[in-house]
């Protein structure tokens, strides 16, 4: 319904009432034409479905208090079709007359009284009616969300995997219409909108989705057998999804438009993938930094040392030891770690862990012993205790 239609049409004449109906009398009027004009009591009568949209139309507006106040107060204003203003007759010195064609914009197009576009677009806004007439608008397809398992590796080098999906989609069996031999009637509470205003006072309202088509604005006359009148039916699908390098355990990624198709050429939803990392059972990961402990020897730690280092999915490196390296003490790899967004990598951070051996015997115990004895006067918990009295 455009704007123009909701100030000159006379919905009170449709329903057969009179201006100052009560609510209940209203209700009435528009339960008995409803049954005498509806579609299903006049198949393949397209005056009375014609007649029932506008019976329909009628109590949408004069059975809501609010915006049966709004348009009693919009014809008042504008009258039966024209504008009259100063108290004069047409074409009269004190008065002049503008037909409604130039304030809302006629058939023409034209820009009449200086108006430019005319009143449509400030009533629209006002009525929430707009000029869409009574077609049905794109919708958007829905969001999918999947989840997908990768090896520790494939996080960090990047993968393309398969992922089966399941999703609502337009239904094969009835071409999407929710009828079986595909010919759905127009929604007669929206008026084939998939919209229902509420007004909010103050001459503004807000539309919901329309619950008896559940926004799709048409209904089903013999709903489909697969999909039960909705128009749409489960659907799998396998696509090839690249996940990129870098990903951490628990990311979430966005696929724009790879969701479940729209309906009436709607664009489709998104795709969100749910990553789950595997642990490996050498490296580790802290951002885009890989992390590797490596045991070294007493002597190579005390004396320092060259020692190979594994990294990740390329050949060992050789770090060098400092003399006096203490367990616990982290170096860096540079270049060896995760990859990152601008193609980089971060770095491998390789902690130092001394190995203390179980079992010592023959020369390298009596070597033990000698040093211990020659170390006797150092006590290394010395600067413990002192820091725990002054503390």
């Known amino acids: 319904m455009s704007t123009r239609d909701f100030v000159e049409k006379d919905y009170y004449k449709v329903l057969g009432v009179p201006k100052d109906a009560t609510e209940a009398e209203i209700k009435k009027a528009y339960r008995k034409l409803a049954r005498e004009y509806h579609p299903d009591a006049n198949k393949g009568d397209a005056k009375a479905e014609e007649r029932f949209k506008e019976i329909s139309e009628a109590n949408d507006v004069l059975g809501d208090p609010k915006r049966r106040k709004e348009y009693d107060e919009a014809r008042s ?115 084939g909108t998939g919209q229902v205003s509420r007004s909010q006072g103050g001459g503004f309202a807000l539309s919901d989705p329309c619950k008896d088509c559940k926004g799709r604005g048409l209904i089903a006359q013999d709903p489909c057998e697969v999909c039960r009148g909705s128009g749409r039916a489960t659907s799998s699908r396998t696509m090839q999804v690249r996940i990129p390098a870098g990903v951490s355990d628990g990311q979430r990624i966005r696929l724009r438009g790879k969701g479940a198709p729209g309906e009436r050429n709607g664009p489709a939803g998104d795709l969100y993938v749910v990553v789950h990392v595997e642990p490996h059972p050498v490296f580790g990961r802290k951002g885009d930094n890989l992390t590797v402990t490596v045991p070294v020897t007493f002597p190579e730690a005390a004396l320092g040392g060259e020692v190979r280092v594994p990294t990740l999915g390329g050949p060992p490196v050789t770090l060098r030891i400092p003399a006096g390296t203490p367990n616990g003490r982290t170096m860096r790899a540079r270049g060896k770690g995760a990859v990152r967004k601008d193609g980089t990598r971060g770095d491998l951070l390789v902690t130092i862990e001394v190995a203390v051996p179980r079992d010592v015997s023959g020369k390298a115990l009596e070597a033990l012993e000698s040093y211990r004895d020659a170390t006797a006067g150092e006590d290394p918990r010395a600067e413990l205790f002192k820091a725990a009295k002054g503390a």
């Open 77 to 191: 204003l504008f009258g039966a079709g024209g504008f009259r203003a100063g108290g004069g007759g047409a074409g009269g010195p004190a008065g002049f007359n503008f037909d409604l064609g130039d304030l809302f914009g006629g058939a023409a197009g034209g820009q009449a009284g200086g108006f430019g576009g005319g009143l449509g677009d400030v009533f629209g806004g006002l009525f929430n009616r707009g000029t869409a007439g009574t077609r049905a608008q794109p919708r958007r397809g829905q969001d999918i969300e999947t989840e997908v398992t990768l090896s520790f590796t494939e996080a960090v080098e990047g993968a393309t995997v398969p992922l089966r999906m399941s999703s609502q989609a337009p239904c094969k069996a009835c071409a999407g219409t929710g009828d079986k031999n595909g010919t759905p009637r127009v929604c007669p509470t929206c008026v």
